[in-house]
């Protein structure tokens, strides 16, 4: 879990923000694929977004996330940075996997 905090000048206005982030493991609701060796299926990471961060952005909290990537430009480039980020991975070469990552403001 973490908050940052930005703050910066461009072009005589200033800037701020915060963002909650916290990176926790997946739980998926389907069993082990191998039993004896307790090995599990490997999944794309999962990005959620508070309904204070939806509301923020514009975007309306009655619509799945998927609907609300569509509709709103701003939650679009949000989940994909979003996504991005844990695709590259920390080492930029080791993608991250079984992760749900939830940004609240």
Do not use: F
Not at 73 to 102: D, F, T, Y
């Amino acid at each position: 879990d973490g908050l940052l905090e930005y703050e910066n000048m461009i072009g005589g206005k200033r800037l701020q923000g915060a963002i909650s982030l916290s990176l926790a493991p997946s739980t998926w609701n389907e069993p082990l694929q191998n039993t004896e060796t307790a090995c599990t299926l490997l999944k794309e990471p999962v990005v959620t977004l508070s309904d204070d961060v939806i509301t923020y952005l514009g975007g309306n909290t009655n619509l799945c996330l998927e609907d609300l990537v569509q509709k709103n430009e701003l939650i679009r480039a949000l989940v994909q940075s979003c996504q991005g980020a844990l695709m590259r991975g920390p080492l930029q070469s080791c993608r991250m996997a079984n992760v749900k990552c939830h940004v609240d403001g």
